[in-house]
């Protein structure tokens, strides 16, 4: 059974230092893996996507990356600003699903202070 | 940008009535929506993948006969709470399927069951 981990559950930094989060995996058989972002009391707004096949993915001030051997994926992201402050929650899914369903972390809860 | 329109985005009521949650996919012909719950400071849990004109396929320990999904059309999925307790209170969104990759989450739903 996959299980996913986000660490740390929490974090404080304050405005400009990147950020660094951390996601891992038990089962290595994964399809693609996603970051997402939730505002509190919100839906999820997508990130970025990695194919199992690729080793990272860029977008702006974000960068993914992705060692499928390890069970791992870190999603950093550059001088960070306050509306930066959210969750960030990983999601996989599975080689062995046809129906697209995603397994999720429990999310890493970020602040950016002024 | 991709729209999933999600009602209500809050909803209180007393133990024992039905609560009814709406998931309208508002520029795209979904076929597969899922469902998921939240608790505080949790991950999303999968409860179930609907199917358009057929019968949702639920994740193991989650009652069918409790939460019933209805996928009618393919503009509109429906989540119906009942006989709800207080142990249903909890964050509800619903997601719709885009081809291979692309996920479109609605903006959730907070049942409140007093």
């Known amino acids: 059974k996959q299980e996913v981990t986000q660490i740390p559950a929490a974090l404080s930094v304050p405005e400009g230092e990147n950020l660094v989060l951390n996601c891992s995996f038990t089962?290595?058989?994964?399809?693609?893996l996603q970051w997402f972002r939730q505002d509190p009391g919100k839906g999820l707004t997508s990130l970025l996507l990695?194919?199992?096949?690729?080793r990272e993915q860029t977008s702006g001030r974000l960068n993914a990356s992705l060692d499928k051997s390890s069970g791992r994926s870190t999603l950093y992201i550059a001088a960070s600003q306050p509306g930066d402050s959210a969750t960030y929650l990983c999601?996989?899914?599975?080689?062995?699903?046809?129906?697209?369903?995603?397994?999720f972390g429990a999310g890493t809860q970020v602040v950016v202070t002024p | 940008g991709a729209v999933v329109s999600q009602h209500p985005s809050w909803v209180i009521c007393k133990s024992g009535t039905s609560v009814k949650i709406e998931c309208r996919s508002l520029?795209?012909?979904?076929?597969?929506m899922f469902w998921y719950r939240q608790f505080p400071k949790q991950s999303l849990m999968l409860m179930a993948t609907?199917?358009?004109?057929?019968?949702?396929?639920?994740e193991q320990g989650v009652e069918k006969d409790k939460f019933l999904i209805n996928h009618a059309s393919l503009t509109l999925s429906t989540l119906t709470v009942t006989s709800a307790h207080p142990e249903d209170s909890s964050f509800y969104i619903c997601?719709?399927?885009?081809?291979?990759?692309?996920?479109?989450f609605g903006s959730g739903t907070r049942l409140t069951v007093v």
């Open positions: 999601a996989l899914r599975m080689t062995t699903d046809s129906w697209g369903k995603l397994q």
């Open positions: 089962d290595s058989a994964i399809y693609n």
């Open positions: 990695i194919q199992s096949s690729q």
């Open positions: 520029d795209f012909q979904a076929t597969t």
């Open positions: 609907s199917n358009e004109g057929s019968k949702a396929t639920y």
């Open positions: 997601s719709r399927r885009e081809g291979e990759y692309g996920y479109t």
